[in-house]
């Protein structure tokens, strides 16, 4: 009698399941081993795979910070250089259409020089250790030691006073280019429409290769107003005053454009041509403000300061167009547009040294004061007989007195208290029961870049005027910039201005009272 074995359970699985397979398509059958493969290799690479260590997780994250606090502080760079384009469309609008192409020139080469002005030398000047007037410890060209991204203690290199910056070298110096770019562009709009090409490009190589540099190193370069106490957290004074102290004092030089002023002193309207680009130039500048401003973090952090900071931005310059509006619709019976431009630029100026130690409300009151300022001060120039065609001493150099002053009211103080505004700033403003000591500071600080800066930009004026002469001659103002300058028109086949284009249009001494300034 044969005796009939019973299979294993086992093989029994295995041949159905060989079963199975036969009866799938060859496609299915066919990836089948490739399946095994791949979870066989991954199984094998997730056994393989060492453990991370402490330490291991400790570099990744610092690389990680390194890296995102380097490309916000590449982005918001990229925003401040876009300014560019706004201060562009903002003054050629603002000024005729025959020196339209002159404006356009001048904002163009103006950053191109203001980058080789400051790798060359305003850099080292601003930054590199030295005493507290001025860096002497070379820099130039960003040459010397660094070891950034390294911080603080662990920082070894010339430029000590940026060691609280957790980004490489060329981040630090392409970020601080942009503002230093910014202080030569708001020269450019107040010597609009009468200076010559070749005076504008030499003082604005000497304007942000040594003046700039040395007031900014004062400040943000470690320098005795920094020791002081003196806090400007993204350039009221460090930027927007000192280029319009520079500017006030190139308009005084120059003198008024060719019919701006009737022999008794009274002012003539000067129509802008193209309102339209200047909007566009204004909503620009609002856009990088939020690079100007936020980005001077140089870091992201937990990203609750870059919202503030934008917040208070914002609020600042929207008050400031507000107030300005109104103040306009009453003084002048007209809600004047460019009194509105005027007041959002006067309000973001205000708001940019205090912007990271203040509440929002108290955004709001420094950005409408700066709304009212500006309407006043277009008028008060006006009585000095400073020509002035896009309103850039009465934004930059008023509000960014203001705005200075500001802090010294408006400050919250530091705090270590969880949710507090800042742990290491400004002592308490004068309004929030800190006070005089840091509004005194701050008056300090202002009149000591003011003086410095007036004494310095004259001295160049003055150098530049008694060798190559400053002003165009009256023929070349009078039938345009664009022509005399640059031999080529803005709008080529478009008719002209009919007021203020032609010399017809002028009184009959016009030439005589330009050629004292020339």
């Not at 401040?80 to 404006?103: I, W």
């Not at 070891?147 to 981040?171: E, I, Q, R």
């Not at 917040?311 to 507000?322: C, K, Q, R, S, V």
Request: aromatic share 12%; proline share 3%.
């Amino acid at each position: 009698m044969q005796i009939r074995r019973k299979k294993p359970a086992l093989l029994k699985s295995w041949e159905a399941l060989v079963r199975t397979v036969s009866q799938l398509a060859p496609s299915w059958q066919m990836s089948i081993p490739l399946t095994v493969a791949i979870v066989g290799l991954w199984s094998y690479a997730a056994v393989a795979q060492t453990p991370p260590t402490l330490e291991s997780v400790a570099a990744a994250n610092a690389e990680l910070k390194i890296g995102l606090d380097t490309m916000w502080v590449m982005i918001a760079g990229f925003l401040v250089f876009f300014m560019n384009a706004g201060f562009c469309m903002l003054e050629t609008g603002m000024c005729r259409q025959k020196n339209a192409v002159n404006v356009l020139a001048k904002n163009l080469i103006v950053f191109a020089l203001s980058t080789v002005a400051f790798w060359a030398i305003g850099f080292g000047l601003m930054f590199s250790d030295g005493n507290g007037y001025l860096g002497t410890s070379g820099g130039f060209f960003l040459t010397g030691a660094d070891n950034s991204p390294a911080m603080t203690a662990d920082y070894k290199g010339v430029f000590s006073a940026l060691n609280w910056a957790g980004v490489p070298l060329a981040a630090k110096f392409f970020f601080q280019l942009v503002f230093a770019g910014t202080a030569a562009t708001i020269v450019s709009g107040a010597v609009a429409e009468r200076i010559k090409f070749v005076d504008f490009l030499i003082f604005s190589l000497l304007l942000v290769g040594i003046a700039y540099p040395i007031t900014g190193h004062w400040i943000w370069g470690g320098g005795w107003l920094y020791k002081l106490g003196f806090f400007d957290f993204a350039g009221s004074t460090v930027v927007h005053a000192v280029g319009g102290w520079a500017a006030l004092m190139g308009a005084a030089f120059l003198g008024a454009r060719i019919g701006k002023y009737n022999a008794d002193g009274s002012a003539n309207a000067i129509p802008p041509h193209n309102m339209s680009i200047a909007t566009l130039g204004a909503l620009i500048l609002w856009l990088g403000w939020f690079g100007f401003n936020p980005g001077s973090t140089m870091s992201v952090g937990n990203g609750s300061l870059i919202g503030h900071i934008a917040l208070t931005t914002n609020t600042g310059g929207a008050f400031g167009a507000i107030a300005a509006t109104i103040v306009a619709w009453a003084v002048l019976g007209k809600p004047d547009l460019s009194m509105v431009i005027n007041g959002l630029l006067a309000g973001l100026v205000a708001v940019t040294a205090s912007c990271a130690f203040i509440t929002v409300p108290s955004a709001a009151i420094i950005g409408a004061i700066g709304g009212i300022l500006v309407v006043f001060a277009v008028g008060y120039l006006d009585k000095l007989k400073i020509d002035d065609p896009v309103g850039a001493i009465a934004v930059h150099l008023v509000n960014g007195v203001w705005g200075t002053l500001a802090l010294g009211l408006f400050a919250v103080g530091p705090s270590d208290q969880p949710g507090a505004l800042y742990a290491a700033g400004p002592a308490a403003g004068l309004l929030f029961g800190g006070g005089l000591n840091q509004l005194w500071i701050q008056f300090l600080g202002t009149i000591s870049v003011g003086g410095f800066t007036v004494l310095i930009s004259s001295i160049f004026w003055i150098l530049l005027k008694s060798t190559l002469g400053i002003r165009v001659t009256a023929e070349e103002e009078l039938e345009g910039l664009d022509i005399g300058e640059h031999g080529m028109e803005a709008y080529a086949g478009f008719a002209k201005e009919s007021s203020f284009g032609a010399a017809s249009s002028y009184p009959s001494n016009a030439s005589d009272a330009a050629t004292k300034y020339q």
